[in-house]
């Protein structure tokens, strides 16, 4: 499985990025699939999540509101539109899928190679 995150970059406080992940292989209804940030110094941390059968979603308090995780089950590619940007959310983010968790980073299998978010204030 190989993931492949893209739609980073830099973009002022209070405005929009939409960040895609491609899987290769298939994806079944049981997976999850979750995107992750880390910024430097700081533990990765979970951001948002959505179970790919149901279509149910999650999402870290911190993002609620301005952030929503999305699906493309013909593409097989998961979506984070982020809106109304923080600089608090600068990080680098990564897609990742899971057979047995949502939550927790070490319930994830397969990592996507991260893909840069800059806020300026």
């Known amino acids: 499985v190989q993931l492949q995150a893209c739609g980073g970059g830099l973009v002022q406080a209070g405005g929009s990025l939409r960040l895609s992940c491609a899987a290769s292989?298939?994806?079944?209804?049981?997976?999850?699939m979750g995107w992750f940030r880390q910024d430097l110094g700081v533990e990765r941390e979970f951001v948002a999540a959505i179970r790919w059968g149901a279509g149910t979603t999650y999402y870290a308090d911190s993002v609620k509101g301005r952030f929503a995780i999305s699906r493309d089950s013909a593409k097989n590619t998961v979506y984070l539109q982020m809106n109304n940007l923080k600089p608090e959310d600068t990080a680098l983010y990564y897609c990742a899928k899971s057979v047995r968790g949502l939550f927790s980073k070490g319930s994830y299998d397969y990592w996507g190679q991260g893909t840069q978010v800059t806020v300026s204030s």
């Open positions: 292989g298939r994806t079944f209804s049981s997976h999850v």
